[in-house]
């Protein structure tokens, strides 16, 4: 299965507590109903063996397959305006894609 895992941090004016309730009310909702979305997460990093930390978040999108996501959901003018409004909510953010092995 095809995946997009995001690694970031939240912009300097955005708290823990907001980036939540926006993920709550409209991230999550929104990735879920894309048809190219089997499943979204969201984890937020509390510790590190090394006690560095360089992303805060990492969400994981479980996408039926690259292709369908790239080429109908993220062209799409719904997940584009989601992109617009979520990038001034975070900072310093790595995307990237993969396949699950097990």
Do not use: C, R
Request: negative net charge; aromatic residues 12%.
């Amino acid at each position: 299965m095809a995946k997009q895992i995001l690694l970031y941090n939240l912009a300097a004016n955005v708290t823990d507590d907001e980036y939540k309730d926006y993920v709550t009310s409209e991230k999550g909702p929104l990735l879920d109903s894309l048809q190219s979305v089997k499943k979204f997460e969201l984890v937020k990093i509390t510790g590190s063996l090394t006690g560095e930390i360089p992303y805060k978040y990492v969400g994981i999108t479980h996408l039926t397959s690259l292709d369908d996501f790239m080429q109908k959901d993220a062209p799409s003018q719904k997940f584009q305006d989601f992109l617009a409004k979520w990038t001034t909510k975070v900072s310093d953010f790595l995307i990237l894609f993969g396949e699950e092995i097990y």
